[in-house]
């Protein structure tokens, strides 16, 4: 009888001040025998919440980049498998049966997954969250900054796991409003360096400016359906409105900055 995929799964989560979500997604992961914890300076609880669960090890890493921090969290592992999770995401239960069920011997390197958006525990009817690889062979796969946040690059097949996993991050919304103008910086970064034809459609109308704030808003409540959920649509299209001004606002202003230079200089010449 072939070993199941589950019994060479480690499961890997990125950690800072995260005690709103982490219990939540650390009781959907009591199957593991070890669970690897990246973290980089919690001081809400936690690192409390990780150790109630003796299964969860953490390490300590100051953080960088998100790149890094998820290539460091990968050193750590001792299986072939690792499950990267994010602390605001909860595995399915139908999820955990389909990796239950899955084989090591169909020739696949990598899994992606799809999500089920939940605003404080509310599922939307859509986001515009995309599908993403979380579990994949530690040996094929390391990973990449990309704007705000990392990619991981799998060297081989990647197939697509049927059930889903839910993300439902809880923190206070002042923290998400703070963590927007990095975000933005970090994106305007991403879309002014890579190359055109690289960029994805999302990120060629970022690149236009003031086409992806003007159609967030209808494009999420409408077509994504988001109406139909009351104030948690509402919530999130306002959520994303004003993600994609701050992205258009840090384009505009960098592009300002920039034609302004030359006048200022010839200005200081005369």
């Known amino acids: 009888m072939n070993q199941t995929l589950l019994d060479q799964i480690t499961p890997l989560i990125i950690t800072l001040d995260e005690a709103a979500n982490l219990e939540r997604t650390l009781n959907q992961l009591r199957w593991a025998p070890r669970i690897v914890v990246v973290d980089s300076g919690s001081t809400d609880g936690t690192l409390e919440i990780v150790s109630r669960f003796p299964q969860a090890q953490v390490f300590y890493r100051a953080f960088d980049t998100s790149a890094a921090q998820c290539n460091f969290g990968l050193e750590q592992i001792r299986t072939d498998w690792v499950l990267s999770l994010d602390a605001d995401y909860e595995l399915s239960d139908d999820l955990i049966a389909e990796l239950r069920r899955l084989s090591d011997t169909i020739g696949l390197d990598g899994y992606r997954a799809s999500f089920v958006y939940r605003i404080h525990g509310f599922p939307l009817s859509g986001s515009l969250y995309p599908p993403r690889a979380v579990l994949y062979r530690v040996a094929s796969a390391h990973y990449v900054d990309e704007g705000h946040t990392q990619r991981v690059a799998i060297a081989g097949r990647v197939g697509d796991l049927h059930a889903p996993i839910y993300h439902d991050d809880r923190k206070p919304l002042s923290r998400w409003i703070a963590s927007q103008q990095r975000y933005a910086r ?11 034809h690289r960029l994805t459609w999302a990120n060629r109308v970022r690149l236009a400016v003031y086409p992806a704030p003007l159609l967030v808003l209808p494009y999420v409540l409408l077509r994504k359906g988001c109406i139909r959920d009351g104030w948690p649509g509402w919530l999130y ?12 606002l840090e384009l505009i202003d960098r592009r300002l900055r920039n034609s302004a230079e030359p006048s200022a200089e010839t200005g200081e010449q005369s």
């Open 186 to 196: 970090l994106e305007a970064d991403h879309l002014l360096s890579a190359s055109k």
């Open 237 to 248: 299209a306002l959520q994303r409105l004003f993600a994609e001004t701050m992205i258009a």
